[in-house]
């Protein structure tokens, strides 16, 4: 698939209506994301009852693939255990990361459409933060970089200067 | 200003004809659509620089400035060959001034240690500009923190012009350096350094230039532009990845302490005392990339066959072209507009991420710079996250140019 097509597949939808847009007023748990080399900045609230995501939303600046993956993760966790959505995040992190012998069926369903990142290196991270957050908002840190110790993907940046 | 004249750019550079001096830009197997517009972070290599690197690797190689054997010999009359290339490149009259290193960012990290190390105490002031890579920030700013020194900027105005009498205001008895950008490698625009290195001369002030995107693209004339150093990259120039060239004014460079202490650099060494070489091998520790210095002579003089003159004329013209055509589309802004502009186009278009422009347009074979572009004070300057740019050089066509805007027309219309 293009980037066009995942583009066209991915954005039409999601970016111009993201699903769960805003911020909880009273969320129990939350979190901050950035990624510093392109500027996406973004935040994940979420309301944990008996260890289950009851209540999520996502909000932020980014570019269209970051933004329909978050807009996608909340859609997909909304009403999941907490180690369903970690789970979730370690398939997505395989999906677009790994080599495609290694992606088994998985329960991400119309998330496949990320698998196209893996030919994006630049990208990736892109994808990667809002799930991320989402992890950061479960252990309540209160910030999460794509950077540093906190590279999902080390090496595999935006390009640095 | 009225629409571009094909026939002009034809007449006077045939860009068409220079790509096939490329090899990656002609070749008909998989890179036959390619439109390169990223010269501003590396430039393409032209066969017969690719070819001069080979031939010394297949029959030349040997360590220089060592060997007594012919080999050796011959090595280091080919490397000692391009420093007398380069003078004649910046018009340089003492070929000792020109010292080679990695590229630009290691030059002017140089530069910070052996200048700043020497000569910059507490109190005292460093002016760069808010246009700078963050090459020509972060070494200056860690030797501030290192000695208690104060980093001063130049601001610049919407248009991206330095803000001349800020400057003139910047300089003090305090001032023991500028270090400012020849061309900005995002806004384009190229600065006034002959008036700037002699405003800082009246006050006893050398200057550094960052001619990363200068000496690429323009005739650069160090005795008449009189800065006391001068830099650039050989992979800007048509030339390999890990070499670059530093010029310095004897006077400063004979009085700076090596930056690096190894084999080449020295007179003689005793447990006790080492004594250092002159100036060019003072700086050039250790085992250079020969065959890098080796393939930059040869993109020079490759340049120099063509002209710099006549590649800054097309690039203008190029750049005024594209400038006109991308206007013409909706939500479209071009961050840098000075009237005295190089071959750089920074865009953002509305409600379009740069990133996703950059991978739709790569999805169409433009090949675009997308993100900060390693300034992020320049960002910060225009409210902007990051752009989106495209940067000209000598093989470009109005052609490419074309099927840049009509892929920034697509990617667009995707999001609309």
């Known amino acids: 698939m293009s980037s066009k097509q995942m583009y066209q597949e991915v954005i039409l939808d999601h970016c111009k209506k993201p699903r769960n847009w805003g911020q909880l007023s009273n969320a129990t748990h939350k979190a901050e994301g950035i990624n510093p080399l392109c500027g996406d900045h973004i935040w994940v609230s979420m309301n944990v009852v008996d260890e289950k995501i009851s209540d999520i939303q996502y909000e932020g600046e980014s570019c269209a693939i970051c933004m329909a993956s978050g807009s996608m993760m909340t859609a997909k966790v909304k009403g999941k255990a907490c180690s369903e959505a970690i789970d979730l995040t370690e398939q997505f992190r395989v999906l677009t990361t790994e080599e495609e012998s290694k992606v088994e069926p998985s329960g991400l369903g119309s998330l496949a459409v990320f698998s196209g990142i893996r030919d994006l290196p630049s990208r990736v991270k892109c994808a990667l933060l809002p799930w991320h957050t989402l992890i950061a908002a479960i252990n309540s840190q209160s910030e999460i970089s794509t950077e540093g110790d906190k590279d999902p993907v080390p090496g595999s940046g935006t390009k640095k200067g | ?416």
């Open chain 2, 1 to 416: 200003m009225g629409k571009i004249d094909r026939e002009v750019v034809t007449v006077d550079l045939d860009a068409e004809s220079i790509k096939k001096d490329f090899p990656i830009l002609s070749n008909s197997e998989n890179n036959k659509s390619l439109v390169y517009l990223d010269s501003g972070a590396s430039a393409q290599m032209p066969q017969l620089v690719i070819d001069r690197i080979n031939h010394y690797h297949q029959h030349e190689h040997a360590n220089i400035h060592r060997g007594v054997y012919d080999l050796s010999e011959q090595a280091t009359i080919s490397y000692e060959s391009v420093r007398s290339t380069v003078a004649r490149f910046l018009n340089v009259a003492d070929t000792s001034e020109v010292i080679f290193t990695k590229g630009t960012t290691h030059a002017i990290n140089l530069v910070a240690h052996a200048f700043g190390r020497t000569f910059v105490r507490a109190g005292d002031e460093i002016v760069i500009s808010h246009m700078e890579h963050h090459s020509n920030i972060v070494p200056w700013q860690q030797l501030c923190e290192e000695v208690g020194a104060t980093l001063k900027i130049i601001p610049i105005s919407d248009i991206g012009e330095l803000d001349m009498e800020a400057y003139g205001r910047l300089l003090s008895e305090r001032t023991k350096i500028v270090a400012v950008t020849h061309v900005s490698n995002v806004l384009g625009t190229i600065n006034p350094i002959k008036e700037m290195v002699a405003l800082a001369h009246s006050k006893d002030i050398p200057v550094l230039v960052d001619g990363a995107q200068g000496a690429p693209h323009m005739k650069v004339d160090i005795q008449d532009l009189d800065c006391d150093f001068y830099i650039f990259s050989g992979h800007k120039v048509c030339g390999p990845t890990g070499i670059g060239i530093l010029y310095g004014k004897r006077n400063w460079l004979e009085r700076m302490n090596p930056y690096e202490g190894g084999g080449d650099m020295i007179l003689s060494v005793t447990f006790e005392k080492t004594t250092y070489a002159e100036i060019p091998a003072k700086f050039e520790a250790g085992t250079p990339p020969i065959a890098s210095a080796i393939g930059l002579g040869e993109a020079i003089k490759y340049l120099e066959a063509i002209g710099l003159e006549r590649i800054e004329k097309h690039e203008k013209v190029l750049t005024r072209y594209a400038t006109e055509a991308l206007t013409e589309i909706n939500g479209l802004t071009v961050y840098g507009t000075a009237p005295n502009k190089a071959g750089v186009i920074s865009f953002g278009v509305k409600g379009v991420h740069p990133h996703d422009m950059g991978t739709l347009l790569s999805d169409d074979g433009v090949a675009v710079r997308a993100g900060h572009h390693c300034a992020q004070p320049v960002m910060q300057r225009f409210k902007v996250p990051a752009t989106t740019r495209a940067s000209f050089y000598l093989y470009n066509t109005l052609e490419d140019i074309d099927r840049l805007v009509s892929s920034v027309r697509n990617a667009k219309k995707i999001f609309s």
